[in-house]
């Protein structure tokens, strides 16, 4: 039998190891490319998809499959880049080249001189990518969208040596690497630290401020946030650039900086913004009268157990009940 018709596409579609879903910076998505004969690919294959109006087209390129009737073609997806609903730009998305070097894809045979014909089906015909697939592709930069107590905090009460639980809400699912990072607070006009707890791989990381003797809170203005840090010491520029500790859009391979400047809106208190929207989901706390003294809880010697001589240091580290400050 002679068969000279040329080899067409049958469809595309995600391959075996692309779930539906949303992916971002850092993923790769997979897409499988069958023709209705084996084909030959020479120098590489693109496929231009459509990823938001402000961006040039997100582009898959060949990866593998050449001598058979199925390719897979990689794409890795780029800041910027959004689809709610992914699908190649038309029908003459599929073209025979990789970057600004030309290429053809043909019929397998001893000599591949037939050329495929790479038209694909029609947008809107049932048969396109956004047919057969829920592929949503998010390339923003994680933001800070609202700071807030959460529900077993707000509204309460609270006296010295307890804890109120404080959400930061991004617009995307990120990955907290390194850190610890800490919430610069302002309680009562005096700045303290609310330590990070959990939330990595989701889109609200909770942090834990524990009250302290001398608190004084008594109306939303009294308690504020005032930075987002990537660490304890609080030493980094409180954005992107740290090598170490990092707040990164989730991914498989996490790389993009999460924007870590926080919301500036409402009423500014000694540099910070309230917490609470209004009063009565603010939180009170009254830590000026303490039911127990200030003591020290823990002694830890910087040496293990043994005898020293003369001239040998022995430091100590005394950890207190409370924040204490030495005159």
Known sequence: TID????????????????????????SIFFEVSFTKPIH???GLELLLSTGAQMPHGVARYVSGSGSDTLIMQYDVSEGEASSDL???????????????????????????????????????????????????????????????????ESKTFIEREEIGILVEFTAPVIVSGGPPVLLVVVGGQDRRALYEGGSASASLRFVY?????????????????????????????????????IKRQSSRPFLDADLDLPSFGESLAGGRPIADNEVDAVSIDATNPSDPTSAVEITPSHEDG???PGEEIRFHVKFSDIVYVE
Do not use: M, W
């Open 4 to 27: 000279t018709s040329p080899p067409r596409v049958v469809g595309v579609k995600p391959a075996s190891a692309t779930e539906d879903g949303t992916y971002a910076v850092g993923d």
């Open 41 to 43: 690919v020479s120098k």
């Open 307 to 309: 005898t020293y001589g």
């Open 210 to 246: 524990a009250t302290s003797v001398g608190d004084l809170c008594t109306s939303a203005q009294d308690f504020a946030y005032k930075r987002l840090c990537l660490s304890p010491s609080c030493d980094d520029t409180g954005s992107s650039g740290d090598p170490i500790n990092s």
């Open 87 to 153: 699908n190649y730009v038309a029908s003459n998305a599929l073209i025979a080249r990789n970057g600004d070097v030309e290429g053809h894809v043909r019929q397998v045979s001893t000599i591949p001189v037939t050329d495929a014909s790479l038209d694909l089906p029609p947008l809107g015909s049932g048969n396109a990518l956004s047919d057969v697939a829920s592929i949503e592709v998010d390339g923003a930069r994680p933001e800070v969208i609202r700071v807030a107590f959460d529900e077993e905090s």
